[in-house]
């Protein structure tokens, strides 16, 4: 069993930066693949970047690509997104996920194992 709770969402104007964590719980953490996903009212939810188990691989949705950094702390057991220059297209719940049982980075949320409960991200116009 892993828990994951996540911290660091707010209210920012288009154009700004916010930095989210995800701190880790209850099983191995350098044995878990980790990423963000977010969801809007109304919409999917749909992935935004991912790390791997070691680090040395991360993959980023095309809209995102450029603006948003995952990175992984292991020993904080954290992992976190930092995003640059938001978008009111930004705006979304945001989830950690983890994935225990491959070492990539999948971009399914059918491929992680436990997700933690969101925080909220409000880009104004």
């Known amino acids: 069993q892993v828990q994951l709770v996540e911290s660091g969402g707010g209210l920012v104007q288009a154009g700004g930066s916010l930095r989210l964590s995800c701190a880790a719980s209850g099983r191995t953490f350098t044995r878990l693949s980790l990423a963000w996903f977010r969801q809007a009212p109304g919409k999917v939810r749909e992935f935004v970047g991912g790390i791997s188990d070691s680090g040395s691989t991360t993959k980023y949705a095309d809209s995102v690509n450029g603006r948003f950094t995952i990175s992984r702390d292991n020993a904080e057991n954290t992992v976190y997104l930092q995003m640059s220059s938001l978008e009111p297209d930004d705006t979304a719940v945001y989830y950690c996920?983890?994935?225990?049982?491959?070492?990539?980075?999948?971009?399914?949320?059918?491929?992680?194992?436990?997700w933690g409960r969101g925080t909220q991200v409000t880009v104004a116009t």
């Open positions: 996920a983890a994935d225990f049982k491959n070492h990539g980075v999948l971009t399914s949320g059918l491929g992680y194992d436990y």
